[in-house]
Each structure stands twice: as structure tokens, then as C-alpha cells.
């Protein structure tokens, strides 16, 4: 198993940036993919990026041009960098691992991100 850690949210005024960070109790070099989704308020949960052990991405369409997903398997963190804000983009957002059929997707316990218009 793994726990997950996001960090970096916070308010932000609109058209700003935030790095946001999750770091993984173990070695993720293995855990494929690794990503970060969102849910605002009386929204269901949606991907924004994934990133595989491969190093390939993708991306939400919301999200692309205006986010970057990385991962330091060094460093057992997975980050994302959001920039040009929206107020849309107020949520709260969770790391996620996929560590296969059998133990299945670990979720952090997600960074709130508010953005002000």
C-alpha cells in the first residue's frame, strides 16, 4: 500500500499560479499511473492529469495549455502546476496512485484550491 500527501493549495487570486504536491510514502517509481483529479462542490470527480511510469501524459481538455503534470521518482512526489487561474477551477484537489487490480486506487486526502475573481 501507499498514503498519499497533497499539499501547495490555497486561495489565489485569478490568473495566478499553484504548485501542487503529493508525496508518497513509498517508492512510486513502479505505480502507474499516478494522478491528480478535482471535485468542486456538487460536482462529481474529474480528472485534470495523469502521468505513467513511462513519463507519458495526459491531460483534461480544461486542463491542457494551462497545466503541468510531472513526477520526481527520486523524491516519491508527483506535482502539478496550474497557471492562469479561474475561478472554475476552485475545487478541491486529489493525488491518486493506481497500484493494480488487486490492491486497486489509493486516493490522498486532497488540497483545497480557491481561486478569486
Known amino acids: 500500500q501507499v498514503q498519499l500527501v497533497e499539499s501547495g493549495g490555497g486561495l489565489v487570486q485569478a490568473g495566478g499560479s499553484l504548485r501542487l504536491s503529493c508525496a508518497a510514502s513509498r517508492t512510486i517509481a513502479s505505480i502507474n499511473p499516478m494522478g491528480w483529479y478535482r471535485q468542486a462542490p456538487g460536482k462529481q470527480r474529474e480528472l485534470v492529469a495523469r502521468i505513467n511510469s513511462d513519463g507519458r501524459i495526459d491531460y483534461a481538455s480544461s486542463a491542457k495549455g494551462r497545466s503541468t503534470i510531472s513526477r520526481d521518482n527520486a523524491k516519491n512526489t508527483v506535482y502539478l502546476q496550474i497557471n492562469s487561474l479561474k475561478p472554475e477551477d476552485s475545487a478541491v484537489y486529489y493525488c491518486?496512485?493506481?497500484?493494480?487490480?488487486?490492491?486497486?486506487?489509493?486516493w490522498g486526502q486532497g488540497t483545497q484550491v480557491t481561486v478569486s475573481s
Open positions: 491518486n496512485a493506481f497500484l493494480g487490480p488487486r490492491y486497486g486506487t489509493v
